[in-house]
């Protein structure tokens, strides 16, 4: 079922910015919702990849950059975003939706366009996440970086200033944007549940109890810590996705379990697959302090418990000791401890099942109708 869009804002032209087309994630299911309520919008973005993002194929992709080795090598553009969206004409629009954790928010609008932006996160490496990037560096270089996060942390205050309302897809970032930005967001709506297919035998099936894990592998989602945690207690991990650190989250897992009994990397995997991974686990893990993880929720509809950081924008939807088990550190130690214990729990799973279900994306559709239609009429009314 789809809500249908209310038919007075049918004929409106629409763009819908994004940080870049180049990967897939948690973030393009929201895109992918939007498409289907706006079928007439066009997808605006700085780089874009046709072969990193299949998901975009339905979409008229408008990019700055259109170029498939420059969109693989985004990071190398990250200091020239601001410059990259600022310069984007966005004339023929009447309403802008930006969609991100990043500098689309700082696309240059008229009086006359409405700008509405659904935040996906104060910029993590600027913000939120500053700290751990800078250890990521060479301490050489270090000093350099700190002088450019600074100036690009001026700049991205000043792009957050632009929107005319901005939509946060939890409370944590809702909280991050009163403190990074000095903006109150106008509306907090949880991304929406999208089903899975039903379940088929992956080509790895796991034959002793497992957990699971899966995502973009990138460094703030600490898979290394999961790793750890697993070989130190002896615990079955499957690990799906792919991305810049799986080279070295490989090779880790190479020199704590050199016969591979425990940790199984499984790459990307389709939809089908993935509900049977999930169906299957005697929890899905994620160590990492999400803005919201839309996986969380998609373990939570299969009937899978979770086992998510306290901190994370997830743990608002998920019932601790009833839908998982929460966590409040970041420590190997701690994460072993808690899927030992996570392993000895009964879960009932239909009733996990059934809270991840008012999340589903009809009720998601009607919530984002809604407040567009209504700051649409407030905006048309104003600008008379």
Request: charged share 20%; proline share 5%; hydrophobic share 45%.
């Amino acid at each position: 079922m789809q809500y249908q869009f209310p038919a007075k804002l049918a004929d409106l032209k629409i763009a819908v910015i994004y940080d870049r087309v180049n990967s897939r994630g948690g973030a393009e299911q929201i895109l992918k919702q939007i498409k289907k309520l706006l079928p007439q919008a066009e997808l605006v973005t700085s780089v874009y990849d046709p072969v990193g993002a299949p998901w975009a194929k339905s979409w008229s992709v408008n990019a700055v950059v259109n170029n498939s080795f420059l969109a693989s090598k985004h990071r190398w553009l990250g200091w020239l975003m601001p410059w990259i969206f600022e310069s984007v004409e966005l004339e023929k629009y009447d309403l802008v939706i930006s969609v991100t954790s990043e500098a689309a928010k700082g696309v240059i609008t008229k009086p006359e366009q409405l700008h509405l932006c659904y935040l996906l996160t104060p910029t993590r490496y600027l913000w939120s996440h500053r700290n751990f990037y800078l250890q990521q560096i060479p301490n050489f270089i270090r000093w350099l970086a700190m002088r450019i996060f600074k100036y690009l942390q001026t700049w991205d205050y000043l792009l957050a200033q632009r929107p005319d309302k901005i939509i946060a897809i939890s409370n944590l970032v809702a909280r991050r944007c009163l403190v990074h930005y000095d903006r109150q967001s106008d509306k907090v709506i949880y991304p929406p549940l999208v089903s899975l297919p039903a379940s088929q035998e992956p080509r790895y099936k796991p034959t002793q109890p497992f957990f699971f894990t899966w995502g973009r592998l990138v460094a703030y989602k600490r898979f290394d810590l999961l790793i750890k945690a697993a070989c130190q207690g002896k615990f079955n991990l499957v690990i799906a996705g792919d991305g810049p650190l799986a080279g070295r989250l490989r090779q880790l897992a190479n020199q704590l379990d050199p016969q591979g009994r425990l940790i199984k990397f499984v790459g990307w995997i389709d939809q089908a697959s993935l509900a049977w991974y999930l169906q299957n686990a005697q929890a899905a893990v994620f160590p990492q302090v999400e803005d919201f993880g839309l996986v969380v929720l998609e373990a939570m509809a299969q009937g899978c418990p979770v086992i998510v950081n306290k901190s994370s924008g997830a743990a608002e939807i998920a019932r601790p000791n009833l839908d998982g088990l929460f966590f409040e550190d970041q420590k190997t130690v701690t994460i072993r401890q808690i899927m030992s214990l996570a392993s000895q729990v009964r879960w009932h799973k239909l009733d996990i099942k059934r809270q991840a279900s008012q999340y589903a994306e009809v009720a998601w559709q009607k919530q984002f109708i809604k407040f567009v239609e209504s700051e649409w009429q407030k905006h048309r009314k104003g600008m008379r």
